[in-house]
T-cell receptor, first 113, second 111 residues
Framework: NAGVTQTPKFQVLKTGQSMTLQCAQD?????MYWYRQDPGMGLRLIYY???????DKGEVPNGYNVSRLNKREFSLRLESAAPSQTSVYFC????????????FGPGTRLTVL | GEDVEQSLFLSVREGDSSVINCTYT??????LYWYKQEPGAGLQLLTY?????DMKQDQRLTVLLNKKDKHLSLRIADTQTGDSAIYFC???????????FGQGTELSVKP
């Protein structure tokens, strides 16, 4: 089992460009999450998907969209990147919502110039 | 609102015990977690404790929970250089599946 995988590992964008971060899990988990990590701020939830076909906003959803393509895959899209979106992005999955343990991918380091 | 606070840095000598502290505000939390993040890597679950427990021990790790004071600690016995990392505490509760993370404590272990 690979667990949670993310692509790409690194990305540099110019302001206004768009891109999609990919995430996949092979643990048959129902719930998936996108977080961003900024220095001194811990991780903050951007969007989550309780189950296939549903998505909900987290703490910091502005400037992002998500797609739960199927049970395995959950993508995060930046339509018009801004320097404030420079961050490390983590995808996570869990068997269900609420108290189930979340398992994290290795992260995508995004820089917006 | 929910908030989780941790001190940012801790430095110990190899072989000593490390104690990383965390305070949280949401009394409805059901689970509290400790995650470890090594440089350039994702978060690895170390251990967790259910909110009706006071203590949990797992090899070199001891988690203490004081619900009255909303204080959580992680003790690492016989700390090794390989324990150098950032440690995050997080709380979860049965609303929306969110994990609320602290800022992370960077543990530095000196030989």
């Amino acid at each position: 089992n690979a667990g949670v995988t993310q692509t790409p590992k690194f990305q540099v964008l110019k302001t206004g460009q768009s891109m999609t971060l990919q995430c996949a899990q092979d643990m048959n988990h129902n719930s998936m999450y996108w977080y961003r990590q900024d220095p001194g701020m811990g991780l903050r939830l951007i969007y989550y998907s309780a189950s296939e076909g549903t998505t909900d906003k987290g703490e910091v959803p502005n400037g992002y969209n998500v797609s739960r393509l199927n049970k395995r895959e959950f993508s995060l899209r930046l339509e018009s990147a801004a320097p404030s979106q420079t961050s490390v992005y983590f995808c996570a999955s869990s068997p269900g919502l609420g108290t189930d343990t979340q398992y994290f991918g290795p992260g995508t380091r995004l820089t917006v110039l | 609102g929910e908030d989780v606070e941790q001190s940012l840095f801790l430095s110990v000598r190899e072989g000593d015990s490390s104690v990383i502290n965390c305070t949280y505000t949401d009394s409805s939390s059901t689970y509290l977690y400790w995650y470890k993040q090594e440089p350039g890597a994702g978060l690895q679950l170390l251990t967790y404790i259910f909110s009706n427990m006071d203590m949990k021990q797992d090899q070199r790790l001891t988690v203490l929970l004081n619900k009255k004071d909303k204080h959580l600690s992680l003790r690492i016995a016989d700390t090794q250089t390989g324990d150098s990392a950032i440690y995050f505490c997080a709380e979860s509760y049965n609303q929306g599946g969110k994990l609320i993370f602290g800022q992370g404590t960077e543990l530095s272990v000196k030989p």
